[in-house]
C-alpha cells in the first residue's frame, strides 16, 4: 500500500542548479520524512518534519509540507554530483501497523558535473 | 560507529533452500524492522519488532519469518525460498517506533537472488 508518491521518478541537472522533489501521500499524517539511497548502499535519513510544522531546513536541505493539499517537497540548493541519488519520502501515518513507516517509490537524482 | 550490520551482504539460493538473514545494532535501539526493495516498488515492510520478544506483520509478511533474539539481533527467515522473493533486502532500527518521530537507520542491505 503506497502511500507517499514522488514526483518526478527521475531529474537530471548540472552541479550548482537546485533540485526540487516532490512527495504526495493520501491520509493524515503524524510527521513525513525524507531519506537517500546511494546506489548499493541502504537509506539515510536527511530530515523530518511534523505535521504541525510548514518549513524546516537542514544545511542546503528545504523541506516544506502542505497538509491540507497531503504534500510535501524537498529542495536541495546548489547541487553538487554528490547529490546523485535516490530520494525517498515515507510517512509515518495515523492508524494501520505499528512500525509502519511507508516509503514512496523514490526521485532518482543525477547532478552532471 | 557500526551502526546496523547485515550479513551476508549477497546470496544466491535454489528454489526450496532455507536460509537466514542476519541483522545486528549497536545502537540500543528498541525498535528493529525488515524491508524488501523491488525494482519500482519502493520499500516495503516485511515484519516489524517494536521491542525485544515482541514481532509483528507488515505488509508482506507471506513467506518469512522473524526472530528478536535479542535487543541487538533480529533476524529474518526463509523457510522455503521462491523466485519471487529475489530482492533487495534492508534492515533497520529506531530508538522508538511508530508514531514518535523517528528516524529509522539503515544497513546496506542483502542481495537475494533465488533460482
Known amino acids: 500500500s503506497q502511500q507517499g508518491e514522488e514526483d518526478p521518478q527521475a531529474l537530471s541537472i548540472q552541479e550548482g542548479e537546485n533540485a526540487t522533489m516532490n512527495c504526495s501521500y493520501k491520509t493524515s499524517i503524524n510527521n513525513l520524512q525524507w531519506y537517500r539511497q546511494n546506489s548499493g548502499r541502504g537509506l539515510v535519513h536527511l530530515i523530518l518534519?511534523?505535521?504541525?510544522?510548514r518549513e524546516k531546513h537542514s544545511g542546503r536541505l528545504r523541506v516544506t509540507l502542505d497538509t491540507s493539499k497531503k504534500s510535501s517537497s524537498l529542495l536541495i540548493t546548489a547541487s553538487r554530483a554528490a547529490d546523485t541519488a535516490s530520494y525517498f519520502c515515507?510517512?509515518?501515518?495515523?492508524?494501520?501497523?505499528?512500525?509502519?513507516?511507508?516509503f514512496g517509490k523514490g526521485t532518482k537524482l543525477s547532478v552532471k558535473p | 560507529n557500526a551502526g546496523v550490520t547485515q550479513t551476508p551482504k549477497f546470496q544466491v539460493l535454489k528454489t526450496g533452500q532455507s536460509m537466514t538473514l542476519q541483522c545486528a545494532q549497536d545502537?540500543?535501539?528498541?525498535?528493529m524492522y525488515w524491508y524488501r526493495q523491488d525494482p519500482g516498488m519502493g520499500l516495503r515492510l516485511i515484519y516489524y519488532s517494536a521491542s525485544e520478544g515482541t514481532t509483528d506483520k507488515g505488509e508482506v509478511p507471506n513467506g518469512y519469518n522473524v526472530s528478536r533474539l535479542n535487543k541487538r539481533e533480529f533476524s529474518l527467515r526463509l523457510e522455503s525460498a521462491a523466485p519471487s522473493q529475489t530482492s533487495v533486502y534492508f534492515c533497520a532500527s529506531s530508538e522508538y517506533g511508530r508514531g514518535r518521530g523517528q528516524p529509522q537507520h539503515f544497513g546496506d542491505g542483502t542481495r537475494l537472488s533465488i533460482l
Open positions: 515515507a510517512t509515518d501515518a495515523y492508524g494501520g501497523s505499528q512500525g509502519n513507516l511507508i
Open positions: 518534519i511534523r505535521s504541525n510544522e
Open positions: 545502537m540500543n535501539h528498541n525498535s
